[in-house]
Each structure stands twice: as C-alpha cells, then as structure tokens.
C-alpha cells in the first residue's frame, strides 16, 4: 500500500462566526477570534487580526462608508462577541485599476465589559437624516447615506436594549495605520442615552434590530421557549416596551432570526430543525 496522503492547511482554518461584505470584492470574515480582510477575487486574505484573549466574533456590523480621497475609501463597521464590542474602519486604498486593493484595520474604541451577553447591536442616525417610509440604511431601500451614524443601540440576551450616544464624529478621526490592539477600555467615553426593558422577561439566544433611527427601532428577539417576540424599542419614559406581536409555532429553541429589508416579513431559525418565515403585516403569519 502507498503512503497515505498528508496535506497542510494553506490559509487559516478556524470556524467562520460572521461574514458581511464590504462591496462586490472585499469579504470581513470573522474566524474564531481573528478578523479577517478577503480580496474574492482571488482568495488573497488582505489583512488579518487577532481581537485578543478569548475573543470570538459573533457579528460583523457595516456601517456606511466614507471616500476619503480619490484612491482612499473608509468603512466604518463594529463586531461583537460575548459582552464585548469593538469599533474599527476598514480603510480600503485602490491606486490603480490594474492593481488589487490593499485594505488595513484602524482600531476607534474598545468597549470589554458591557452588563450582559450581547446578541445584537445597531447603527442609529437621527430621524432627519433617515426621512421616509423606511429609516435604513439598506441600499435596496434607499440611496446611500452620507452623514457618519451619532449612535449605537445593544440588544441584550435578557430582552432589554442600551442607546449610546458616540465620543465623536467618527468620520474626523484621522485615517491611519495602527499595529497594535487597542487595549483601553472606552466606555467611559460613550454616553448612555436610553434603556428599555421588554415587557416579557426572559431569556433570548438569538435578536436582530430593524431600522436605523430610535424612532423607529424594532427588536425582533428569539427566546428560550420556542417563539419570538417582536417589539418596538422606544416607548414613554418609565414603562417596559409592550411585545407587538408574538410569533409562536417552533418546537425549539431560537437560534436565528431576521427582518426583511421592509420589515414586513421574519424568518426564524431553530433547533427543531426548521426555518419558519413569518408575514408579520397579517394575523395569520406564517
């Protein structure tokens, strides 16, 4: 008999946990605790950072992105894993149509130590900036946003959500090269605006916002006893938000869920082994 085959790993081999792509070239992949830049078109990882201890990224969250120069293009984005969040740019330079692009990380802020496990985080604008029907950034929806978000809102894995207002306008920070991770924690420096809690207090393994002003912020959360629960984020000062609508059906627990671009449908995910997809604009949903 022949030697048995050995081969090697060539590239990083670790569980991908978040993907979202810059543009129609570039791929952020979060891969067990590093952050990954990926040129598609061939495969070439662009860069790569590990986020440091124990670290795994849960979801990569894009923000707009802002042209620096003619050649220089900077994407503000925020993972999160675990109670941690993190704010980077992805500052993407293209000098010559021939030539592939070159991308780099620049850290902003470090926030280690937030009060609960985070399951889903947004970009917020003021209402004015967002006008019309659908208050998104969703490029299906509407024209790109120029203006840099003001805020941050966290859903929370015990069914309540924290408004943060940013230290500052990111778009004036200076793009730069950075080697080394952030390590100081930021918090202090972001300004907690508003928290709500849901009225049904429970557990959540799963949530997902919809919308990108305060105004109009739903939460869509999966909880431990096999249904989700859909509600809108702002309500009276002093009161819990009231659940919507309920959406019951699943024989498991949640694991996934997510809006349409209109907001008019969800789907859950669950352990039960099905995908459901709810028209939430209609008594009968599913």
């Not at 993190?86 to 937030?114: C, D, G, K, M, Y």
């Not at 009161?239 to 349409?260: D, M, Y």
Request: some cysteine.
């Amino acid at each position: 008999m022949g030697q048995p085959l050995r081969t090697r790993p060539v590239h990083l081999t670790t569980p991908v946990t978040a993907l979202a792509y810059h543009d129609n070239e570039i791929l952020l992949s979060g891969q067990g605790p590093y952050l990954k830049v990926t040129l598609l078109s061939t495969s070439d990882t662009l860069s790569c950072i590990h986020m440091g201890g124990d670290w795994k990224v849960h979801r990569i969250v894009l923000a707009n992105t802002q042209k620096v120069s003619e050649t220089l293009e900077s994407r503000l984005f925020m993972v999160f894993g675990a109670k941690s969040l993190r704010i980077l740019r992805l500052n993407v330079s293209r000098s010559s149509p021939l030539e592939p692009p070159t991308a780099h990380f620049q850290h902003l802020w470090n926030v280690p130590h937030l009060k609960d496990w985070i399951v889903d985080a947004q970009w917020l604008w003021p209402k004015s900036e967002l006008p019309g029907e659908h208050p998104t950034t969703r490029s299906s929806l509407r024209s790109p946003v120029s203006t840099p978000p003001t805020s941050i809102a966290l859903g929370y894995a015990h069914n309540f959500v924290e408004v943060f207002d940013l230290p500052q306008d990111p778009f004036t920070i200076p793009v730069e090269k950075q080697y080394e991770l952030l390590t100081k924690d930021s918090l202090s420096d972001f300004r907690l605006t508003y928290t709500v809690q849901s009225e049904e207090h429970c557990t959540v393994f799963c949530g997902r916002f919809h919308n990108n002003t305060l105004e109009d912020l739903w939460f869509a959360s999966g909880t431990v006893f096999c249904h989700a629960l859909l509600w809108k984020v702002q309500v009276p000062a002093g009161t819990e938000a009231p659940v919507i609508k309920s959406l019951i059906g699943h024989e498991g627990i949640l694991f996934g869920i997510r809006w349409s671009d209109d907001g008019k449908a969800v789907c859950t995910v669950s352990d039960d082994r099905t995908i459901r997809i709810w028209d939430v604009t209609h008594p009968t949903t599913m």
